[in-house]
């Protein structure tokens, strides 16, 4: 038995509608993918997020059928991985990735590093526009890609990337790359959107919202992105967690509290450096 969704959606830039608010599944194994994604589907999610390099489509695939929810009603994330960079080898990949999740396709499909050492991430996204026009995939995007990556896209094809996965949270909050992605159309989600270890959870700031709206910290940040209008994507294979990340549609921060929330910011440095690092 499943619940009706409990997450509203938007549009992205080529059409598509995208849940606010995901379910991320790393680094869950397949066997763990496979129960925590029905799990979370029976709660209310309908965005599940995956990605070659995790390891876990099978698993996740198998969660999506066990979820007994119709595959239209669900929305579905894979990402390519760098040895695949090529426009003719996108399709390779695409391959592999949907025979894993046996899907026959995804509603959006990321580069999930830009490695540019390699220099072939804007042939990889023409190769993602292919799988578009095909209607193999209903939205193509980038995880991990910095603004001036984004721009030689750009300057490349004329489809407009329809989402960039960043790691983002109230003290890596990415003014630049928010501004850029807000003035080009593409949608901003959050990877790692409550952070890591506990640090960020345990910030006074965050601690007194909590109490001040009878919540846990990890809602108020949560709260958070979708007041700036981004979609995180939290990962818990608790199935209390899940329902606690899910339940953040009603109630809101003010613009005060959002500001206090952001003060937090440890500067674009403390982020993962894209032109280093990636897989």
């Given at each position: 038995m499943?619940?009706?969704?409990?997450?509203?959606?938007r549009r992205l830039a080529n059409g598509a509608r995208i849940?606010?608010?995901?379910?991320?599944?790393?680094?869950?194994?397949n066997d763990e993918a496979e129960r925590a994604v029905a799990e979370a589907i029976g709660i209310g999610y309908r965005l599940v997020d995956t990605a070659y390099r995790y390891g876990n489509e099978v698993g996740v695939g198998r969660g999506l059928r066990a979820s007994g929810v119709p595959r239209e009603e669900l929305f579905v994330t894979s990402k390519l991985n760098g040895e695949w960079h090529g426009r003719d080898r996108v399709q390779e990949a695409f391959r592999d990735s949907v025979g894993k999740l046996g899907l026959d396709y995804l509603d959006l499909y990321l580069i999930h590093w830009p490695m540019p050492w390699q220099d072939r991430y804007v042939d990889a996204f023409l190769g993602l526009t292919d799988l578009l026009r095909e209607g193999r995939v209903r939205a193509i995007g980038l995880s991990n890609f910095t603004p001036a990556h984004i721009d030689r896209i750009r300057a490349a094809t004329d489809v407009t990337p329809d989402v960039n996965q960043i790691q983002l949270d109230p003290s890596l909050t990415r003014d630049a790359a928010r501004a850029y992605h807000r003035e080009h159309g593409i949608a901003t989600q959050s990877w790692g959107?409550?952070?890591?270890g506990g640090e960020l959870l345990g910030q006074p700031v965050v601690t007194d919202l909590a109490d001040r709206y009878g919540r846990t910290p990890a809602q108020i940040v949560l709260r958070w992105h979708l007041e700036l209008e981004l979609i995180p994507i939290p990962k818990t294979a608790n199935p209390a967690r899940m329902k606690s990340n899910i339940d953040v549609f009603d109630f809101t921060l003010t613009p005060e509290e959002v500001a206090a929330l952001s003060a937090l910011d440890r500067g674009e440095g403390a982020a993962v450096d894209s032109e280093t690092n990636g897989h």
């Open positions: 499943t619940t009706e969704p409990a997450v509203p959606t849940p606010q608010l995901g379910f991320g599944t790393w680094p869950l194994d959107p409550i952070g890591h």
